[in-house]
């Protein structure tokens, strides 16, 4: 017997389970099929966010930063600390149970909310049936419904010169559970994944070697932040190489013997582990049939309009499988949206307004158009500047390296960007984000009245910047 639905979403990544939430909530009777199991052998919902993203590296990201802070950053507070040292398994046991936490959650949320949840692959078939199978490859459920979400999400990339095996060469799910601190630590590609585990176990006692391809550190960034941040790598001891194009590496007795070429020159690293960080790719292995009129791009993702519709009728796609930012939270209010028009609401997203996290130390994060984007587009732009230096809050938490830009438009004022790096700067957008929402101008931010002593402060006195009357600075 099929069983038939008025939504049935593939996928219970960030967006996968939470357009089935959504749905759910707006009285539609909904399914969501996730394939991903514990190592207990147990559904755990969530997709890569919560089972190997997000969370576990935040996870890490954080005890290694108490850890350092611990080791480099109390004395300066007379705080005095006896010997130190770390126990790894608590660390990696800590994080493990955070994952499983949330992943309950997600299946109490399903129950609470009367989704049905199945634990296994989804493939889409003609008329929207679709097909649930088991690890082993066994039909556990027929299905069908009205609307077909597709939220598979996406797996690491693979270098063809440096394969994987999950061992010495891992991709970033293996570099969440070495069982020891590796003494020299590889990654490739200084992207976001790059950045944040190569922290992760520098802080641990890692020598970390980041070997980029291009030329030009952190191209997405704003060009001062992407400045600032490679000279607090550099101090930190996280070796950046750019212009690095790898070419092969070799597993031996005495660990892994990575080769590049750099300047026209052959240059060679050898490591204990290596982690390739390089991107990711859109996941639609056996997602659906041939001839249903789904198509993908040349680099796999699936193709959509500006309502996530595929070519097929009444079947949409979400989240990382689509074009766009890989963030939990794109994916997420994408799902909200399109649950609201399914439902037959008017739901929209502004795309532009999707804030970008580094979770490094510094943190970075921005939000808009970078100023030489805007430049390169021909837009008359003012910036506004300010150092956390200045900020007491900052002087007070010993954090006051970084700055917050925003940059506006020269005529309108209206806020076209905001780029921050510095102490707390994954909380601090969300300010300005909302400004952006809400198309502020740099005034209306700066006549905003901001609690005293805190970081946003500096938030504040950018957008003053802007107007050439930040009080806590010459001008
Ligand atoms: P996914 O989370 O990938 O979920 C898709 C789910 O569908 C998975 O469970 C998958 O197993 C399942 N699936 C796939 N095909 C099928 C099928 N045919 N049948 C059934 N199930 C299927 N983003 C942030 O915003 N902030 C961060 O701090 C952050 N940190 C990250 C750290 C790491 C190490 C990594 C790897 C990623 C990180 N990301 C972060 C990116 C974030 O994880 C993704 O953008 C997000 O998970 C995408 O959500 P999604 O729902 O589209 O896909
Ligand atoms: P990325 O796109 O952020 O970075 C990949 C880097 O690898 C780039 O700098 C690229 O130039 C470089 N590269 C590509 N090919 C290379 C090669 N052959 N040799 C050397 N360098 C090479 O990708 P990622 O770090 O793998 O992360 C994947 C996705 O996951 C990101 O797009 C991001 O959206 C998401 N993510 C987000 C967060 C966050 O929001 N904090 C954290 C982790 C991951």
New binding site residues.
Partial sequence: MTDHYDVIVIGGGPGGYVAAIRCAQLGLKTACIDNFRDKKGKGAPGGTCLNV??IP?KALLDSSEHYEMARDGLGAHGVKVGELSFDLDTMLARKDKIVSDLTSGVTMLFKANKISYYNGHGTLHAERKVSVRDADGKTTAELSADHVILASGSAPME?PPVPFDHDTIVDSTGALAFESVPKRLGV???????L?LGSVWRRLGSQVVV????DTFLAAADDQVSREAARQFKRQGLEIRLG???TGAKVTKNGCVVSYESGGKNEELTVDKLIV????RAFTDDLFDEGLGISTDKRGFIEIDENNRTGMDKVYAIGDVVPG???AHKASEEGVALAERIAGHPAHLDHNTVP????THPEIAWVGKTERELKDDGVPVATGQFSFAATGRAKAMNESGGFVKIVAHKETDRILGVHIIGPRASELIAEAVLAMEYHASAEDLARTIHAHPTLSEAVHEAALAVGKRAIHKAN
């Fill in positions: 993203g997000c590296s270098l490739i590609g200084a992207g976001v994944i790059g944040e070997l980029e391809a291009l690095a194009k790898v960080a390089i991107g990711r930012p890989m963030l970008w996290v580094i979770y």
